[in-house]
């Protein structure tokens, strides 16, 4: 570590002053700046996305070049789950427009069957056409209803150029039995038509083992296919759709993946573990299938919530605004809006996934259930009786773990006194169109919505709805068309909901900009970029029923490690993990963005009844005991608890038995959120029951010693250490949440209450140390020192340091807690340094006041840990992610540890700079909270070369508090 100073505490009253009496401060800078662009469509499916949302429903939005140029919408919601407990998207919708303004004219593909085998392989697709355009012969006559396609499919093989066939058993020409008609065009030509079915030829390919074709002639790298089975036959369909594709090779070991080529067999060498398939004619060909657009733009609007789409192909221009409505927590909606130069059709199809049952592994999605398997049933879609013009999907659970769940973990009786939070579980979404100066689309089947003519002007009404314990389907299903009626005339809302981006955008912001050399504009700018998307992402998530889950929030697309077609893949499955949860939430302190803490104070306070009667039931005490992960209503995960295991106390799962740090941490949140807002009903209603509960269970749950200190016997220091007594974690954060407790107002709290902080406050024990192989004091992760076995490698013994502020730069407590050992603690963590996943030691270095540190972890964080799937989305961080995809935890630690290394708080004091490092140039508006009688405030620091340009806090009185320290090299 670089060399650090111990800063003496000099108020800058006299420069500040100077300051204040200049210019008024300079405006706000532009968050379009930090907008992200796509100039061409995504070549790598949902993974390149760019997300909008109101805070509860999420749409991942995307221009799909795999499909034929197609938008599409993935939609998420924090409320959608089976009956085993595990999380789903919401759905998928496409949209297509015609004429196509993504893609460019196809000239005919290349005809590649040889005379001696024309034979070709069909893939069948219903409620689709062939181009119109490309007909290789008009109709074909059949001799019967029975045998047309067989016959159609035999006469395409033994025309040049035929690629495909439709057939509509209700069509026939004058004379004729049946027809069907034939196509010079595959599938990515096609248009929707309900009635008809379209087979796309896939010309046969000759297998030859132990081939591949050299690197060098590869065309598009790796294709990926749905399926390892599948691969073979959708690798021969893109090959086919490229003209200079000459063979394709595919391996077991690449598990869901194939590669293009070239050349043909004359190029190809030996390899076992390969399998190429040729082309079984040599001639080639100039035609070109369909090209991307020559003019293409999507772009994340962050000053307003939106995504638009710009392109211009086919004669067509047009534009897309894709967006929801924050200013409407109740209807949880998503519109699209189509202008066109020229009239177009706009086509609405869902596209689902859970076609059939789906067993999900429980190792890894579906975590939780002690089954190998749980099934995910089909989607169940609106019935032919819906009124026309809208279609819509759901799905409601039939069965529940809840019940089973609770009454294995000794809470049956708790259990029949409380609503089961998943039986009846219903979600679901609607979909209706309107052209301007016209009828409303038309319900071409049960997931094609058409509009009836063509138009400049379209827009397509999404809504969406998750109902607890819903009676019935019918009665779900009927409250979801209420509701769409009430997504009319987005023109009226668009204004509130601009102003509502704008107002949230300007509660905080940390731009930073070069300030010498030795950093450069790329660098600042994607640190800028990475707090301002934060801030966006955790904004579309966290307004709805549920905070966001660690391991991908509501922005999962099915990236589990590796691409799968089921979006609803995701690592660890649907517990709550506090450790991981949390760091998704600290920076809305300082951010101002309190309101977004809503959802995680619920949650866990409505856990409370849970909590409170475990402890009764398992250790016959009150209070409320705390589940590291959980289920949402509070019980361990059947498989923490133990499989095999039914009416015993306590856990089996190691890592988390004892760990019950997430309890005072959570407190502290909650409290630090009362100090910047000092909302009453906050506190009455969820900081006081909390903290009550939690004092109650650890005066009541641990021994007392003779001189009255409480002694945290057989406890746990996080994840890591499974047998520690007065863990350092716990200890320091009981000493933080009862320093806050005591200090609140008489007033604010009942005799009981004041009585029962006092007296575990005052039996607190110290923060535990130990001491280096150099006779050093450090902080001890448990009393007594290292224990000898752990079972994971967090560093616990930084706790208090981040995030409980002992030990830490410049603080009035120095002569109790030294910011030496706190040094000395980081210099020798136990299980060395780390930044990814959950790791904060970013956070550790800005409270000790180590710049250098904080700004390269911060750096690394944004730039050098990947794009997660390799999406060109700029907030989606970390390209291999164990926590989850997209790993929103790290997001959130970069954003708090740019924070901490810009200001600190300590009790009246303010401290400015107290991890600034000198290369870096800001501008930064951050929320500083009450403390005693002083009241909270806002600040806005403009700083060059390391000298403050603009000082306002607001209010004024808070100025004399400022704590300005010196830069750092």
Request: aromatic letters at 10%; hydrophobic letters at 35%.
């Amino acid at each position: 570590p670089e060399p650090r100073e111990v800063f003496s505490m000099q108020p800058a009253i006299a420069q500040l002053a100077v300051v204040l009496a200049a210019t008024p401060p300079p405006p706000p800078p532009s968050v379009a700046q930090f907008n992200t662009v796509f100039p061409n469509m995504s070549s790598n499916g949902p993974a390149d996305n760019m997300p909008v949302g109101n805070g509860e429903v999420v749409a991942n939005v995307w221009v799909d070049g795999m499909h034929g140029g197609s938008l599409g919408l993935l939609l998420g919601r924090s409320d959608v789950f089976t009956g085993w407990a595990q999380p789903l998207k919401l759905g998928r919708l496409r949209v297509l427009l015609e004429p196509n303004p993504f893609l460019a004219p196809p000239s005919p593909p290349p005809p590649c069957i040889s005379p001696a085998n024309k034979t070709a392989s069909y893939v069948q697709y219903n409620g689709l056409i062939g181009d119109q355009n490309h007909f290789s012969n008009g109709d074909f006559p059949c001799s019967s209803l029975e045998a047309c396609p067989e016959e159609a499919k035999a006469k395409c093989n033994a025309t040049v150029g035929c690629r495909g066939v439709a057939f509509n058993p209700n069509w026939k020409g004058a004379g004729q039995v049946a027809a069907a008609q034939l196509y010079t065009d595959g599938i990515e030509g096609a248009s929707s038509n309900a009635a008809w079915t379209f087979w796309s030829s896939v010309a046969q390919f000759s297998e030859h083992l132990s081939l591949f074709q050299p690197p060098n002639s590869t065309l598009n790298g790796r294709f990926p296919c749905s399926s390892h089975e599948a691969c073979p036959t959708e690798a021969a369909e893109e090959c086919m759709k490229l003209p200079d594709c000459r063979s394709f090779a595919v391996s077991p070991s690449w598990g869901m993946a194939a590669q293009l080529f070239s050349t043909g067999l004359k190029s190809a060498v030996p390899n076992n573990d390969w399998f190429l398939f040729v082309r079984p004619c040599e001639e080639t060909s100039s035609a070109s299938t369909a090209t991307a657009a020559p003019v293409f733009t999507e772009e994340l609007h962050l000053e307003n919530g939106t995504v638009t789409v710009r392109a211009s192909a086919n004669g067509a221009t047009v534009n897309l605004t894709v967006w929801s409505d924050v200013t409407s927590p109740d209807l949880d909606g998503l519109y699209v809006e189509v202008s066109a130069s020229v009239p177009v059709n706009v086509t609405v199809a869902i596209d689902s996934w859970r076609t059939a049952t789906i067993q999900q592994p429980t190792s890894g999605t579906a975590r939780g259930p002690c089954n190998h398997t749980v099934p995910v049933d089909p989607d169940s879609f609106l019935p032919s009786t819906t009124p026309n013009g809208v279609i819509g999907w759901y799905r409601r659970n039939k069965d529940s773990t809840f019940n089973r769940t609770m009454t294995t973990q000794m809470l049956g009786k708790l259990a029949a006194t409380m609503a089961d939070p998943l039986l009846g579980r219903s979600s679901g979404a609607v979909v209706k169109g309107t052209t301007a100066g016209s009828a409303p689309f038309a319900r071409l089947n049960a997931t094609v919505l058409r509009s009836t003519t063509a138009g400049t002007a379209h827009t397509v009404m999404v809504v969406t709805a998750t109902e607890l314990a819903s009676p019935s389907a019918e009665s779900f299903t009927a409250g979801l068309l209420k509701s769409v009626a009430a997504m009319e005339a987005p023109d009226q809302r668009r204004e509130g909901h601009e102003a509502w981006w704008s107002d949230f955008h300007n509660r905080s912001w940390i731009v930073v900009s070069p300030g010498n050399a030795s950093v450069d504009s790329a660098t600042t700018e994607g640190l800028s970029q990475a707090y301002t998307l934060t801030r966006y992402l955790s904004a579309i998530q966290s307004q709805g029923a549920l905070p966001i889950h660690h391991n991908g929030g509501t922005l999962t697309w099915g990236w589990n490690g590796t691409s799968t077609a089921n979006p609803d893949e995701r690592h660890w499955g649907g517990g709550f993990w506090f450790q991981n949860t949390r760091m998704v939430y600290w920076y809305m302190l300082a951010a101002g963005d309190w309101d977004l803490l809503a959802p995680l104070f619920s949650m866990y306070l409505g856990q409370l009844p849970v909590l409170q009667g475990r402890s009764k039931a398992w250790w016959n005490h009150s209070g409320s005991s705390f589940g590291e992960t959980s289920y949402f209503w509070g019980t361990y995960e059947d498989v923490d608890y133990g499989c095999g295991r039914f009416n015993l106390p306590d856990i089996t799962n190691p890592y988390i038995k004892h760990h019950y740090e997430g309890l005072p941490e959570l407190a502290t949140i909650m409290l630090e959120a009362y100090a910047h807002t000092r909302d009453d009903d906050l506190l009455q209603h969820t900081v006081l029951p909390w903290c009550e509960s939690l004092a109650t269970f650890y005066d009541e749950h641990y021994p007392t010693l003779d001189n009255g200190t409480l002694y945290l016997q057989h406890a746990q220091s996080c994840e890591t250490w499974p047998d520690c007594d007065n863990p350092a974690a716990q200890v320091a954060a009981l000493h933080r949440v009862f320093e806050m407790l005591t200090a609140l107002p008489a007033k604010a709290t009942t005799p009981t209450q004041r009585a029962l902080f006092r007296k575990v406050g005052a039996a607190l024990p110290t923060i535990p140390l130990t001491t280096t192989a150099h006779g050093e004091p450090t902080i001890s992760p448990c009393l007594g020192g290292f224990p000898s076995h752990h079972v994971n490698s967090e560093n616990t013994e930084t706790y208090p340091i981040w995030p409980y502020g002992f030990f830490s730069v410049n603080r009035s407590s120095e002569a109790q807690y030294p910011h030496k050992i706190g040094l000395t603690t980081f210099d020798n963590v136990h299980f060395g340094h780390g930044n990814s996943a959950w790791r904060y030691d970013g956070m550790d270095a800005a409270y000790l006041g180590m710049a250098q540190y904080a700004l390269g972890f911060s750096t690394a964080r944004v730039f050098d840990q990947g794009r997660t799937d390799g999406s060109r989305f700029p907030g989606y961080l970390s390209k291999d992610p164990s926590d989850g995809a997209p790993e929103v935890e790290s997001n959130g630690i970069v954003a708090l540890t740019l924070q901490k290394m810009l200001l600190q708080v300590d009790g009246d004091r303010i401290l400015l700079f107290p991890a600034w490092p000198a290369q870096l140039d800001v501008d930064a508006k951050l929320h500083i909270s009450s403390h005693g009688g002083k009241p909270s405030a806002t600040l806005r620091v403009v700083a060059s070369n390391g000298k403050v340009t603009t000082l306002d806090v607001d209010p004024v009185s808070r100025e004399a508090d400022i704590v300005q320290l010196p830069w750092q090299d």
